[in-house]
């Protein structure tokens, strides 16, 4: 070793490699997940934003970014390069979503006095009607897993695990029932049900509470599937757990593949999501005559602009039916 080197002189840090966070962004990405309960889609979206945006910086101004440092026109260059890229503008608004968030972050921890992105102007989002299925193609989807099960019954050679399917059944009368999340219902915990009253205590976004009726085929699904298990669950334990003989609850990876294949059972879309079945639980309630403000509640939306759009479905296909049926349309 050259003992003539020096040893009191700072190393220098070397700069992030492309692609690569630095530390206020994993600190901005932490927060989301200790403390405001972010779901897994949201820290994913997050990261993958924030890592494109340093990854374009990086390229495009030879260095890694210096949030505080950062101006407008930068964003606006940002802006013009996801333009060129031919990005739907849902996924333009997603990716400053993600900054605009990243820099309310930095104001409130005092790293950053203001933030760059303020009246930026984006492209106007498309207006996209929400996706949903009929009431009778619920139900056909609803009958799809014991569909499954007693084909499966009729040609199995050995005994096996039946459990997963009356699971099935209980998670897609709870979605529709509810209008829940993914990630609302992966996280349901046995003491959140009050079965007295048929309530359902749900956790949604940043950890807001709120309390949701969920009906009689329901609860009778979840008491008929906790019957195939060797102990029905109590307390924090997950109402759906994720195999019969452990306490783990399922992840909402599980629930997305689960439902393609019933929805190719019942003949449907394997592409609808259980968000789409989100819809469906909103559109029919509209449908059959209840107040939007009363939706806007039971979906746990933080404005009542977000639950607006499903007006628009309804009367879409009130138009389609006056256009079908009047003699004078």
């Given at each position: 070793m050259n003992s003539s080197l020096p040893t009191n002189r700072a190393v220098p840090r070397p700069p992030p490699v492309v692609g690569q966070l630095d530390a206020r962004a994993e600190e901005f990405l932490l927060h989301l997940t200790a403390e405001r309960d972010a779901s897994l889609y949201t820290i994913r979206n997050y990261r993958q934003a924030l890592t494109e945006f340093s990854a374009w910086h990086n390229e495009d101004r030879r260095q890694p970014p210096v949030w505080t440092s950062l101006q407008r026109d930068d964003f606006r260059a940002y802006l013009r390069f996801l333009g060129r890229g031919k990005l739907s503008r849902a996924a333009i608004h997603l990716r400053f979503s993600a900054l605009r968030s990243f820099y309310k972050f930095l104001i409130r921890r005092s790293h950053a006095v203001s933030s760059p992105i303020k009246d930026i102007a984006l492209p106007k989002a498309e207006k996209r009607l929400p996706q949903f299925v009929t009431a009778s193609q619920m139900l056909d989807l609803l009958r799809a897993p014991l569909k499954e099960l007693a084909a499966r019954q009729v040609h199995a050679k050995r005994k096996f695990d039946a459990s997963a399917y009356y699971r099935d059944v209980a998670i897609l009368e709870t979605i529709y029932s509810c209008g829940l999340r993914i990630s609302e219902l992966c996280g349901l915990r046995a003491s959140d049900i009050d079965w007295n009253e048929q309530l359902v205590r749900v956790r949604g976004k940043g950890k807001k509470e709120r309390?949701?009726?969920?009906?009689?085929?329901?609860?009778?699904?979840?008491?008929?599937?906790?019957?195939?298990?060797?102990?029905?669950?109590?307390?924090?334990?997950?109402?759906?757990?994720?195999?019969?003989?452990?306490?783990?609850?399922?992840?909402?990876?599980?629930?997305?593949?689960?439902?393609?294949?019933?929805?190719?059972?019942?003949?449907?879309?394997?592409?609808?999501?259980?968000?789409?079945?989100?819809?469906?639980?909103?559109?029919?309630?509209?449908?059959?005559?209840?107040?939007?403000?009363?939706?806007?509640?039971?979906?746990?939306?933080?404005?009542?602009?977000?639950?607006?759009?499903?007006?628009?479905?309804?009367t879409e296909r009130l138009k389609r039916a006056y256009d079908s049926a009047h003699p004078r349309a």
């Open positions: 309390q949701v009726p969920v009906g009689a085929p329901a609860l009778e699904a979840i008491k008929l599937f906790w019957q195939q298990l060797r102990a029905a669950p109590a307390g924090d334990a997950p109402v759906f757990p994720a195999h019969a003989n452990k306490t783990a609850a399922l992840q909402p990876r599980a629930v997305q593949l689960r439902l393609k294949r019933y929805l190719r059972l019942a003949g449907l879309d394997p592409a609808l999501t259980p968000h789409k079945l989100r819809h469906s639980y909103a559109t029919h309630l509209l449908d059959a005559g209840a107040d939007l403000r009363s939706v806007q509640e039971l979906l746990g939306h933080a404005h009542l602009v977000t639950t607006q759009v499903y007006t628009h479905v309804t």
